[in-house]
């Protein structure tokens, strides 16, 4: 592992065992992430992105599991944590923006209180006056007045909730902030200003972020590099510019061609077909019953997940006697 890697995801499976059948909800992902890099995590609903936090955040309960694989969050694998040191680890090392975060809050606590609260399990050995003073700072970093603190929920606007709720994730300093969807139910502007709050939090902490969602424009605008999941699966980890100008996985290029362009007077083109269940996937690659260009092994042999091109990694057939050509 590189040094400057603050979490290092090696062939995770995460699965839910059902009266149905094993629910495949993760299937070999590997993710990186850098300190204080930006990386968007998209794809479509059941693509496996919000088991993939979870599973990071050391949340999957039964009947789900992690079937194999590794979590390396600051060089110490969570997935072999007991839960109070997972418990330990959340808040203060890795946190979470969940969606819909501002319905989170306790109507009948003081803001300032629930940031204390979330300090409190971590027996960071601080007075009552140190929590406060900290619950103040996280408030003057997501740009909110102190005085915030002794206000209700009730008494903010939709913007201000979400904020405080920022203030929550990030009281103790974590390394990694997981966002998902942290602006979907709010309007434009509010989801601009929360957006450059993540983004002013994340360059004074030095933190890195996930920013989870399928809000593509949003990606363009905040992140560094995109990680594409479908099915359960990464399809292509890239850098922002190539992810948008030259993506190689078919269901990237389908995604990127799917956004509304001036040209095409803002249409909306939808992607044929639908994602397959995850207890019931297709054999090959899982995107084969969709992709315009699959052939010969794509309906047998699962495509591994290689760097086709430098830090463009893609699980594709298309790409790999090319690669293999690049290499002799
Ligand atoms: Fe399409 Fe085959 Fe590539 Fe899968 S492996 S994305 S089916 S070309």
């Not at 975060?101 to 006056?129: C, F, T, Y």
């Not at 606007?157 to 979907?184: F, H, L, N, Y």
């Not at 690659?285 to 969709?290: G, L």
């Amino acid at each position: 592992m590189s040094n400057d890697l603050v979490l290092d995801i090696n062939d995770l499976d995460v699965q839910y065992y059902t009266d149905a059948g094993i629910v495949y909800a993760n299937n070999k992902v590997n993710l990186e992430l850098k300190a204080g890099e930006r990386l968007g995590l998209v794809g479509e609903s059941g693509s496996g992105k919000s088991t993939l936090a979870l599973a990071i955040l050391g949340m999957i309960k039964p009947p789900g599991g992690i079937a194999g694989g590794e979590i390396l969050l600051n060089g110490r694998d969570v997935t072999k944590l007991s839960e109070e040191e997972t418990r330990q680890v959340r808040g203060r090392e890795i946190s979470m923006i969940p969606q819909g975060a501002m319905n989170s809050l306790n109507p009948v606590m003081r803001v300032k209180d629930q940031i204390i609260d979330s300090m409190i399990d971590h027996e960071l050995g601080l007075s009552k006056a140190q929590m406060e003073e900290m619950a103040g700072d996280a408030l003057e970093a997501v740009e909110l007045n102190r005085n915030v603190g002794d206000m209700y929920p009730h008494e903010l606007s939709g913007g201000m909730k979400q904020r405080a709720c920022i203030a929550i994730a990030i009281a103790m300093k974590p390394k990694v902030i997981i966002a998902d969807e942290p602006t979907s139910a709010l309007d434009v502007v509010t989801q601009r200003q929360v957006m450059q709050t993540i983004r002013h939090i994340q360059s004074e902490m030095g933190a890195a972020v996930i920013l989870i969602g399928h809000d593509m424009g949003l990606m363009a605008q905040f992140v560094d590099r995109l990680a594409v999941m479908y099915a359960g699966q990464m399809s292509e980890v890239a850098p922002k510019q190539e992810a948008f100008r030259s993506p190689m996985h078919p269901y990237t290029q389908m995604l990127i061609e799917s956004l509304p362009k001036l040209a095409t007077k803002g249409e909306f083109h939808g992607i044929p077909g639908i994602t397959p269940l995850l207890r019931d996937l297709p054999p090959g690659c899982v995107f084969n019953p969709r992709c315009p260009q699959a052939f010969g092994p794509c309906t047998k042999i699962t495509p591994k997940f290689l760097e086709h091109r430098p830090n463009q990694w893609v699980a594709c057939h298309l790409y790999e006697n090319e690669s293999e050509k690049a290499r002799a």
